[in-house]
Nanobody, 127 residues
Framework: QVQLVESGGGLVQAGSSLRLSCAAS????????VGWFRQAPGKERQFVAA???????????DYRDFVKGRFTISRDDAKNTAYLQMNTLEPEDTAVYYC?????????????????WGQGTQVTVSS
C-alpha cells in the first residue's frame, strides 16, 4: 500500500510560481506512475500532468494542454517524492490539487485508473 501526502499549496498572485510535493510512504513508490489532478469548486476533477514509473531509466510525461509550458512534473524515487512545478500561475489554476498513484501506464489521464490518492492541497491564485 502507498500513502500520499501533498504539500506546497498556498495563496499567490497571478504570475507567481509554486512547487507542489507529493511524498509517498512505502518502498515501492518507484513502481508507480504518478498523476496530478485538480478540482475547482463546482467543477469535475481534471487531469493536470503525469509521470510514469521508470522504464530502463526513462520516464514518460504527459500534460494537459492548458498547463503545457507552465507546469513541469518530476519525481525523485530516492526520496519517494513527486513534484509539480507551477509557473506563471493564473486565477484559473485555483483548485485543490491531488496527487495519485497508478500501475496502468496506458490510462494516465483517467482518474479511475489511479489506486492511491492524497488528501489534496489548496492552490489559490489571485488576480
Amino acid at each position: 500500500q502507498v500513502q500520499l501526502v501533498e504539500s506546497g499549496g498556498g495563496l499567490v498572485q497571478a504570475g507567481s510560481s509554486l512547487r507542489l510535493s507529493c511524498a509517498a510512504s512505502g518502498r515501492t513508490f518507484s513502481r508507480y506512475n504518478v498523476g496530478w489532478f485538480r478540482q475547482a469548486p463546482g467543477k469535475e476533477r481534471q487531469f493536470v500532468a503525469a509521470i510514469t514509473a521508470a522504464s530502463y531509466g526513462t520516464y514518460r510525461v504527459d500534460y494537459r494542454d492548458f498547463v503545457k509550458g507552465r507546469f513541469t512534473i518530476s519525481r525523485d524515487d530516492a526520496k519517494n517524492t513527486a513534484y509539480l512545478q507551477m509557473n506563471t500561475l493564473e486565477p484559473e489554476d485555483t483548485a485543490v490539487y491531488y496527487c495519485a498513484a497508478s500501475t496502468d501506464g496506458f490510462g494516465l489521464r483517467n482518474f479511475a485508473k489511479y489506486i492511491y490518492w492524497g488528501q489534496g492541497t489548496q492552490v489559490t491564485v489571485s488576480s
